[in-house]
């Protein structure tokens, strides 16, 4: 997921390495995923970001990107929206194995479990290129051994823009690390607005409507043992933001774990 409006390189001196591309893949129209290289020096939590960039001129264009894959991977995958008219997008949607990528020394981020109390249920609601970070998430088995069930709601516009559909759907379960948990432990739950399809209510909808988990198989959300991430639309974050405090939710940070977790600069 990109950040809308990040630094950019200037003064950012040699605070980055080169990494290679290794595979991309277009979703459709409106999303690709990409993976590069991992530096052996760079180490993460699942679900932290990292800064990005192509060369231009002097020095390279950074925006902030979440990393899909967990914490453990050989290398580090990505997943974007396509603005043809922007200044790193509209160039990074044309990148092909072999190219070189401009990636900063550290990550960061607080869409993590460690800035979350524990807990029995963790629920993660993301839209559109909000997904990015629930993926490196939900493949971690550091998020089964902090929570009994892991809850993915992803919300989209159209059915297409379903990335990772068949991972969530399917594949998960054969994750040689975390499959077993999953096949037990992991709910997805897609979401498409704006074309016909079984679950279309907004998330901010469903959160202020307990019935509407019920209806999941779910139990409604309580902020005695639910635990929450949020990334994706401003709109989304602000309205679910006031669903949850509403609910009697606290919002966490590394600093000071609690109920609910968001990135704000983060627009999917």
């Known amino acids: 997921m990109e950040m809308v409006g990040g630094p950019s390189a200037a003064g950012q001196g040699a605070a980055f390495h080169i990494e290679e591309v290794r595979w991309v893949r277009h979703w459709n129209d ?19 970001f990292v800064m990005l960039g192509l060369r231009n001129g002097a020095r390279p264009l950074l925006r902030a990107y979440s990393i899909a894959s967990p ?18 997008t509209g160039r990074l949607q044309k990148i092909r194995p072999g190219d070189e990528v401009h990636l900063s020394r550290k990550a960061t981020g607080t869409l ?23 993926l490196s998430v939900i493949r971690d088995p550091h998020s089964y051994e902090r929570f ?12 297409s823009d379903l990335a990772y559909r068949d991972l969530l759907e399917t594949h998960l379960s054969d994750d040689p690390l975390v499959g077993e948990e999953a096949r037990d ?5 897609p979401v498409v607005t704006r074309e016909p399809f079984p679950r279309s209510r ?19 959300l309580d ?10 639309s401003m709109s989304m974050i602000a309205d679910c933001t006031t669903a949850l405090e509403r609910l009697g ?15 704000k600069a983060f627009v999917g």
């Open 112 to 134: 993590v479990v460690d800035a979350l109390r524990p807990g029995r249920r963790l629920v993660l609601l993301g839209t559109g290129t909000g997904l990015a970070p629930f």
């Open 30 to 48: 409106h999303m690709f995923s990409f993976a590069l290289s991992r530096p052996a020096s760079l180490r993460f939590r699942s679900g932290e």
């Open 249 to 263: 939710f606290r919002e966490g940070a590394n600093s000071s774990p609690a109920d609910y977790v968001i990135e």
């Open 185 to 189: 432990r992991f709910v997805y739950l």
């Open 71 to 88: 914490a453990y991977a050989d290398e580090l995958e990505f997943l974007s929206i396509k603005v043809p008219d922007g200044p790193l």
């Open 223 to 232: 902020p005695a043992h639910d635990r929450i991430m949020l990334c994706g």
């Open 202 to 220: 907004r998330i901010s909808a469903m959160l202020e409507d307990p019935g509407a988990w019920t209806g999941e198989g779910l139990l409604p």
């Open 148 to 159: 009994d069930h892991v809850v993915l709601m992803h919300s989209v516009r159209r059915e």
